[in-house]
């Protein structure tokens, strides 16, 4: 079956780093998106991996391992903005319109 | 106005009212998307319409019903739903259908009495 696994929460400290996991079995693989959505708001995106490897945009990176199914979001000098859900999403090769979503990570930024 | 609007960002409706959800975006996108979101479950894909074509219904119950009269409006027309039908409500649209990018509304939640 087709499934995502993110942890459910995480707690850091401003200032820190923190590194999202995020672990998937599809059928295919077309694509791997990392949304932020804070609690009453819209997700937006954060960024897109197709191939392995790190991007960096400023102070989020995504990291993708394609022969191990895995993925990280990497948040450095977290800000208490930063508190909000994490959400994982793959595309499926078999369809390209169809994202699989994981349930998110609400991650809490403390002083 | 920018990005994508939806309308009304609340709603409290009972079983056996008619209501509609408006989406409206401002991108140029060609695809537009309705997606549920509940508590403790992932972001559920209802609905995909490409160009103003439905090209995607993933087993939603015929009491949804969407409408796109342009790529720019996309709608959700609502009857005779149930409890379990309250969540949060997200349009999305994205330049085509396969665009690395989407764009989420602010949501309607709705309330099921």
């Known amino acids: 079956g087709q499934n995502i696994d993110q942890p459910t929460e995480m707690t850091a400290t401003e200032g820190a780093i923190v590194q999202i996991n995020c672990t998937y079995q599809t059928s295919g693989f077309n694509g791997l998106f990392w949304y932020q959505q804070h609690a009453g708001e819209a997700p937006t995106f954060l960024s897109y991996?197709?191939l392995d490897g790190l991007e960096e945009k400023g102070r989020f990176s995504s990291f993708l391992s394609r022969s191990k199914g895995y993925s990280y979001l990497l948040l450095k000098e977290l800000q208490m903005k930063d508190s909000a859900s994490y959400l994982c999403a793959v595309r499926d090769a078999g369809n390209n319109r169809k994202l699989i979503w994981g349930l998110g990570t609400s991650l809490a930024v403390n002083p | 106005e920018t990005g994508v609007t939806q309308t009304p960002r609340h709603l409290v409706m009972g079983m056996t009212n008619k209501k509609s959800l408006k989406c409206e975006q401002h991108?140029?996108?060609?695809?537009m998307y309705w997606y549920k979101q509940s508590a403790k479950k992932p972001l559920e894909l209802m609905f995909v319409y490409s160009l103003e074509e439905r090209v995607e219904n993933n087993s939603v119950p015929s009491r949804f019903s969407p409408e796109c009269p342009n790529s720019s409006h996309l709608f959700l027309h609502l009857h005779t739903l149930q409890p379990e039908d309250s969540a949060l409500y997200l349009c999305?649209?994205?330049?085509?259908?396969?665009?690395?990018?989407?764009?989420f509304g602010q949501g309607t939640r709705l309330t099921v009495v």
């Open positions: 991108l140029g996108h060609n695809a």
């Open positions: 991996n197709v």
């Open positions: 999305a649209s994205s330049q085509d259908v396969r665009g690395a990018e989407a764009f």
